[in-house]
């Protein structure tokens, strides 16, 4: 089938009118400005059908559904993804905000493309909030990955080096945890030899990181392990925790080296990813349990046991005083202790720290708040 370069125009059916309106098709400069994380670039399509107009139709439903799912796995994991598989291609249109468009050629019945999907963020979140999925939009600072191939010959790592043409291939912007990888540039060949990187030459590597003002830089070293599989290893400090690999790649039969290098840098970029995750995920829950302590010590019902009326007014002078308390509320008063309700906002192992400091010993016994003093 002969192919061309074309930007067609189409005859404007109801059906296709309508689905272009549901997933706001646009040109390849759209107007959308989402945060990047939202946006799934250059999803190759090859599509055929009964005329070059439906199968680009065709095309953008697949490419805008692959693009769902890859940004589901991408912000909230497989298992995310895996529950939403029977989305339907409609509720998936109403998510999108815009589609860009690359590399466009068609024949009577094919259409080929690289299509990038531009997602709405808060349509996105609200249907993943509705599913009860958790998902991290805080991206990750970036990290420069060093490709060093372990050739027959020595280390390789700006010349033919296949392990370094994975990463390239594979690396993305928009991912949670954005990876870069060197130009290879004159500039970046007198920086960083193959020999110091594969030594790990500190100096060196630090000199490459600042080039590219990464947070993080990482070596990854790889080299053949028969004619189609790679032994990969990665260890260092990656932005969600350390990152300690050693592992066997293998492609299919016949596949070669190649395609078992880019196994290994999706799975690197896998297990990267899933880190940054797990510590966004325990952060937030870090603060929201902060928060619940908070609210949950913002109002306070404490026994205060006394001996005396003069005991009884020292306490309760010195509890008023201490810092973070807003108001001491008497809510009964006997010869022997007062019940009070103290405003706080403090949590209450903060509240106990400040009480010592004023003398004051704050302790809980039987799922009630006890006052006294040392």
């Known amino acids: 089938m002969t192919l061309r370069n074309c930007n067609p125009t189409f005859r404007p059916w109801k059906w296709l009118l309508a689905l272009a309106l549901a997933v706001h098709l646009v040109a390849a400069s759209a107007q959308a400005k989402e945060h990047k994380l939202f946006v799934v670039n250059a999803i190759a399509v090859d599509v055929t059908a009964e005329d070059a107009t439906?199968?680009?139709?065709?095309?953008?439903?697949?490419?805008?559904?692959?693009?769902?799912?890859?940004l589901v796995r991408r912000l909230a994991g497989a298992k995310a993804a895996k529950r939403l598989k029977n989305m339907p291609d409609r509720d998936i249109g109403r998510l999108l905000s815009s589609l860009s468009i690359a590399d466009e050629h068609t024949g009577p019945t094919r259409y080929l493309a690289r299509i990038s999907v531009h997602f709405n963020p808060r349509k996105l979140l609200r249907l993943l909030r509705a599913k009860g999925i958790a998902a991290?939009?805080?991206?990750?600072?970036?990290?420069?990955?060093?490709?060093?191939?372990?050739?027959?010959?020595?280390?390789?790592?700006?010349?033919?080096?296949?392990?370094?043409?994975?990463?390239?291939?594979?690396a993305d912007e928009h991912a949670l945890v954005p990876i870069i990888v060197p130009a290879g540039d004159e500039v970046d060949r007198n920086a960083l030899s193959a020999q110091e990187a594969f030594d790990g030459d500190r100096e060196a590597l630090q000199a490459l990181r600042m080039r590219y003002d990464a947070d993080y830089l990482l070596t990854a070293l790889a080299r053949p392990s028969g004619e189609n599989a790679v032994q990969a290893a990665m260890i260092g400090r990656s932005p969600g925790g350390r990152i300690a690999f050693d592992k066997t790649y293998v492609a299919p039969e016949g596949q070669g080296?190649?395609?078992?290098?880019?196994?290994?840098?999706?799975r690197f970029i896998e297990v990267m990813t899933i880190k940054w995750r797990r510590k966004v995920w325990k952060e937030e829950q870090a603060r929201r349990q902060?928060?619940?302590?908070?609210?949950?010590?913002?109002?306070?019902?404490?026994v205060v046991p006394f001996s005396s009326l003069r005991q009884w007014q020292q306490l309760r002078a010195r509890l008023a005083t201490t810092p973070g308390v807003n108001n001491v509320d008497v809510q009964s008063l006997s010869g022997t202790q007062a019940v009070v309700r103290v405003a706080t906002s403090l949590s209450p192992e903060a509240l106990r720290q400040e009480l010592a400091r004023s003398g004051l010993d704050?302790?809980?016994?039987?799922?009630r708040w006890y006052l006294r003093a040392w």
């Open 257 to 266: 080296v190649e395609v078992a290098a880019e196994q290994a840098v999706r």
């Open 136 to 170: 991290v939009t805080r991206q990750a600072p970036p990290v420069l990955v060093v490709p060093v191939w372990q050739g027959p010959d020595g280390p390789v790592l700006w010349e033919d080096n296949p392990w370094l043409k994975a990463w390239r291939k594979l």
């Open 362 to 367: 704050l302790q809980n016994s039987g799922g």
């Open 54 to 70: 439906r199968a680009k139709m065709k095309a953008i439903l697949q490419a805008q559904r692959e693009a769902f799912f890859r």
């Open 290 to 302: 902060a928060r619940a302590m908070a609210r949950a010590a913002s109002h306070m019902t404490v």
